[in-house]
């Protein structure tokens, strides 16, 4: 099966970026890490960061006609703002986990408000990169039911 992942806006810059929040991590290493954890279970996993709204949103479209199985998301700061990244996901139909690094309730209150908590099967917040992991190994089970 395929599984898209989706990281939002300032997760291109991971490793430099606050990284006592964030970590030391980059995307890269993230990316590849679930593409091969992915690949020695026999999955197919494509990712996309974008600081652009549309592009997210053109992507979760592309998802739902190329048969996508699973979304793992992580929407940074469109979490707090996006009505219509909320809306291209429940228009795809396509089931996902939502992820972030950092413990969003421990931070400021406007981060924790998320527009996709409540559409998603599940949210992992705080621990850091391991969040992807686990949500992967989640989705690779539900996938298989
Ligand atoms: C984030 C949390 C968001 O509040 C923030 O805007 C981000 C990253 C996280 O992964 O912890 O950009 O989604």
Do not use: K, W
């Amino acid at each position: 099966s395929t599984i898209l992942v989706l990281h939002g806006p300032n997760l291109n810059i991971l490793g430099t970026r606050e990284p006592e929040v964030y970590g030391h991590e980059t995307l890269n290493d993230i990316d590849d890490r679930l593409r091969q954890q992915a690949a020695d279970q026999g999955h197919h996993l494509l990712h996309l960061q974008s600081n652009a709204e549309y592009e997210l949103i053109e992507r979760i479209h592309e998802a739902r006609a190329e048969g996508v199985d699973y979304i793992i998301i992580n929407p940074a700061a469109f979490t707090h703002t996006s009505i219509a990244l909320r809306d291209a996901m429940l228009a795809s139909g396509i089931p996902f986990i939502e992820v972030h690094l950092s413990n969003v309730h421990a931070r400021e209150s406007f981060r924790h408000h998320s527009y996709f908590s409540d559409i998603a099967d599940g949210v992992i917040c705080g621990l850091g990169s391991q969040g992807y992991d686990l949500a992967l190994q989640a989705a690779l089970q539900r996938i298989h039911r």
